[in-house]
């Protein structure tokens, strides 16, 4: 089935076709009629099921007739790049309609963000700390809002931001249509989707499982290979996006520099670089200046690159929430990729919880030709640190470093250059790697 039972406007029509889209997702089949006839939808969806068309269709449709120059539609998305990647898609969407979408998010400065609020921009899409300031210094004016969502809720939770949602709510009419959009549903959210939806139309796909375009495999290695090991999955993946996770910051920070210095086309993500060097980053990677972005859970979060061919977790996230999240970015909107994780023996408590989650029992690999019984570069107990066995604090990926990352108060974050002092997680990769590139 295509779009057409949904009647769309050619102008919008024209839009879904820009984008090539020739068919709906099931996330798209299921919520957009509820959200045409103006009911309130909460949406258990992750990034990569087609969300944010399946609520910006319909409001594109509901904002072409009736008033223009004023704010009737507003998105709340817990980072910039979320905001962003929404935008983006109501701006290709909306091309042929003439409404206007801008975004609000901290740590940029905040007048042309004022200039385009006071000129009316029909549809804002904003991150909450800024959005309140905003809300809060007369700026934004929500008197004729018609319509709100909530995307990411839980990830809005995760980072500390229900409070200022909370705030922002109470500037907003009552009487509007409210989305909420969440990949799970813990009590917090459950609570607020009960506070904020009124008789709500449940829909759900598959939000608990990895996208099933996704095909997985466990690369069993100790800890002090895992850099050479990566060295050769690397080569095999050729020219590819691929997107790796490492624990901390400092390691992604770490093992991108490594990868960079032995000739790789790396960048990375973590909560460290300003706005303008994530904006590069991620920029660098759907453009293809990059294949290879190397980034922490919390930075990469709302990350929308449809091209992700390779999913690698140099470490293993510490819950399967994550991992599905991890491995969502890739294989989106049916397209196929590969998810793969390295792990060491003190994994699998995790490797089973996974496959549980699954329903189906992962694949492990084995490369051939490879080292395994090499002498490890580095003792393994000085990168990893379970939940539980708190590491040193400087090395674990903590909230903090999360708030930083997304948060849109704070203005840009100090970049740090300095070396991690005491440990080495990447130890021996230079070495190892070049050997292995120079070939
Ligand atoms: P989202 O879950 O909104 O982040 O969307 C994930 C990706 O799917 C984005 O790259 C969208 O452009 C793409 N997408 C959304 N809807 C469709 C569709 N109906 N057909 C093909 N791709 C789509």
């Known amino acids: 089935m295509g779009f057409t039972p949904f009647n ?50 319909p409001i594109l449709q509901r904002l072409l007739s009736g008033p223009r120059n004023v704010t009737r539609a507003l998105v709340l998305a817990p980072t910039r790049e979320l905001a962003e990647q929404i935008h983006e898609a109501f701006r290709e969407l909306g091309r042929q309609t003439g409404l206007r979408s801008l975004t609000v998010y901290g740590g940029v400065g905040a007048g042309p963000q004022v200039s385009g609020l006071r000129a009316g921009a029909e549809i804002v899409v904003a991150c909450p700390g800024r959005l309140l300031d905003h809300l809060q210094h007369g700026a934004f004016k929500p008197s004729r809002l018609e319509v709100l969502v909530i995307d990411e809720a839980d990830r809005m939770f995760d980072m500390g931001f229900l409070p200022d949602v909370r705030k922002i709510l109470k ?52 800890e002090g290979l895992k850099s050479e090991l990566l ?19 400092h390691r992604a920070k770490r093992l991108a520099k490594r990868l960079h210095d032995e000739g790789q086309d790396a960048t ?23 294949n290879i972005l190397v980034a922490t859970d919390i930075a990469s979060r709302g990350i929308d690159i449809s091209q992700i061919t390779h999913v690698i977790n140099f470490d293993m996230p510490d819950t399967t929430d994550a991992y599905t999240h ?18 060491t023996h003190e ?4 490797v089973r919880d996974i496959e549980r989650r699954l329903g189906a029992r992962i694949e492990r690999r084995k490369l051939e030709g490879f080292d395994y ?44 250059t300095h070396a991690e002092p005491g440990s080495n997680p990447m130890g021996g990769f230079r070495g190892r790697f070049g050997r292995l590139r120079r070939r």
């Open 326 to 343: 991890r491995i969502g970015r890739t294989g989106r909107a049916a397209k196929t990729g590969d998810a793969f994780t390295l792990v």
């Open 231 to 249: 060295a050769r999955i690397l080569q095999q993946t050729g020219n590819s996006s691929v997107l790796i996770f490492t624990r901390t910051k």
């Open 171 to 222: 500037h907003l009419p009552a009487h509007r249509q409210t989305l909420l959009f969440s990949a799970t549903m813990p009590d917090d959210i459950r609570g607020l989707a009960h506070e904020v939806l009124r008789q709500p139309v449940t829909v759900q796909v598959d939000h608990t499982v990895p996208l099933a375009t996704v095909s997985h495999a466990l690369y069993p290695v100790v």
């Open 268 to 290: 990375c993500l973590q909560g460290n670089l300003s706005q303008n060097q994530r904006k590069a980053a991620l920029e660098g990677f759907r453009d293809g200046k990059f």
């Open 373 to 416: 019984a090499a002498r490890p570069a580095q003792p393994a107990a000085h990168a990893h640190h379970r939940p539980g066995h708190p590491g040193p604090k400087h090395a674990r990926g903590g909230h903090h470093g999360a708030k930083r990352a997304g948060a849109s108060r704070t203005g840009p974050a100090h970049q740090s």
């Open 8 to 57: 769309f406007d050619p102008k919008i029509t024209a839009g879904i076709r820009s984008l090539g889209y020739s068919k709906p997702t099931p996330i798209q089949l299921r919520s957009m009629s509820p959200i045409l006839q103006g009911r309130d939808v909460l949406g258990l969806a992750q990034t990569g099921t087609g969300k944010t068309a399946a609520f910006a269709l």
């Open 347 to 350: 994994d699998e408590a995790m």
